[in-house]
């Protein structure tokens, strides 16, 4: 794979896990109920975890001469400030799994780059869990 088109593809990887709605919430910190506790905790693991990972990807990146752009966030979540926790768990868990689509097709495109397909990999079955943590919670908020 040629250089910048590896670059193109880290970049779309560093979008996907700095600009979803958990790293939105994280700024801008819903406001929960205590029963919500266990949903909040589980955001707050995913948004670290998602921190790590973009360190990662933008280390990459700049080892292969090119410029970390994370993109900004999607101006409908704005829409979501003021939304109940279980309403917007529900939200953050369809995010994840179009996350999960989109880190799987990074992982197939970085296949001539074994280290960095190695870390996408990485980054999926990390993504993997948090969905099914948080599918769990969703399910118990909503029974």
Known sequence: MIATETVSVLNRL??????????YLAEARPWS???????QKAL??????????AMRVAEAIVERGGHPDPGVFPIEFSAMNDLAMDFLLR???EGQ???IAAIRQCAA????????QELAEEILGNAKG?????GEIAGREGD
């Open 97 to 99: 799994h179009a996350d």
């Open 130 to 134: 948090h969905a099914e943590i948080l």
């Open 33 to 39: 109920r205590p029963e919500h506790r266990a949903a």
């Open 44 to 53: 707050d693991l995913l948004v670290a975890d998602r921190h790590d990972d």
């Open 109 to 116: 495109e970085l296949a001539g780059e074994p280290p960095l």
């Open 14 to 23: 560093l979008h996907v896990l700095c600009r979803s709605l958990p790293m």
């Open 91 to 93: 939200k953050v868990l």
